[in-house]
């Protein structure tokens, strides 16, 4: 896990984040063991922003993978930081309910947690079979 936590801590250096001051580092660990790890990305035009959880994602993929295997998203905020509900929504496109995901503070307090405990109901695949 230090690997992860590391690598949270050290691409949340690189957040743009100058319209919320609040840079956010996300790490993603995949199946196969591989680390990946993304920032916000603000913009201007606000809503075009884009959250770390997604820059890892992206990254993830752009590798050629596609399973996640564990989680870590660290903040400077007062309590461990929790993915928004977009985010969640990404998160579990790749990775099933037991995913453990650590979220973090900077000063290095940790909450454990699992993607289905942060997305009970999630939409899946299962709701596109139209047949019914
Ligand atoms: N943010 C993330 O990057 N991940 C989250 O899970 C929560 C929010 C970003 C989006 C925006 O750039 C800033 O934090 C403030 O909302």
């Known amino acids: 896990m230090t690997d992860l936590k590391s690598a ?5 250096e ?7 001051n609040f840079q956010v580092g996300a790490a993603l660990r995949t199946a196969s063991g591989a680390v990946f790890a993304g920032c916000n990305v603000e913009n201007v035009a606000y809503p075009q922003g884009t959250c770390a959880e997604a820059g890892a994602i992206a990254a993830m993929v752009a590798a050629g993978e596609r399973e996640i ?5 660290v903040a400077g905020s007062p309590m ?10 990404k998160l579990a ?7 453990p995901v ?8 940790e909450q454990r947690t699992t993607l289905g405990e942060l997305l009970p109901g999630a939409f899946s695949q299962a709701f596109l079979d139209t047949d019914a």
């Open 69 to 73: 295997a564990e989680v870590y998203v």
């Open 80 to 89: 461990p930081v929790t993915p928004c509900g977009g985010c969640r929504q």
């Open 8 to 12: 949270a801590i050290a691409v949340r």
């Open 93 to 99: 496109e790749f990775g099933g309910g037991d995913v």
């Open 14 to 20: 690189n957040a743009h984040a100058p319209y919320s």
């Open 102 to 109: 650590t979220m973090a503070t900077v000063a290095g307090v």
